[in-house]
């Protein structure tokens, strides 16, 4: 998706350096303002430079709607990547992602943590 931005020079190369300086590791970029100043444009443009320079990003674009819904932006993110992510992770999870990404689903009861105690001996107690 190739498109021209006119008239934000200044901030289209904040997002070029940000996305140029990215290689070392996993970084997140927000763009925050009012309505209608052009972030989704800053924002789309910043994708495409990211991937024309070979690098992989994960997006999510909730929208209002989907507020209520668990783990939706999940969804977003890993809609591309999940094949190649979940090998990747320990086995809890790889089954908590699986099930909020509904490729499985939840059996038995949610288990809670249990604390354990231990009782402090007093110095020179027997063991």
Excluded: N
């Amino acid at each position: 998706m190739a498109f021209k931005v006119v008239g934000r020079e200044d901030e289209l190369a904040s997002v070029a350096a940000f996305v140029d300086e990215a290689r070392d590791g996993p970084v997140a970029l927000v763009l925050d303002g009012e309505a209608g100043i052009g972030k989704s444009t800053l924002w789309l443009a910043g994708v495409e430079h990211a991937r024309t320079q070979g690098l992989g990003v994960l997006s999510a674009r909730p929208a209002e709607a989907e507020s209520s819904l668990a783990y939706v932006g999940l969804g977003d993110l890993f809609e591309d990547v999940l094949d190649d992510v979940l090998p990747a992770l320990t086995p809890p999870r790889r089954r908590a992602l699986e099930i909020a990404m509904l490729r499985d689903e939840a059996r038995g009861p949610a288990r809670r943590p249990r604390a354990r105690r231990r009782r402090a001996r007093r110095p020179g107690a027997p063991g």
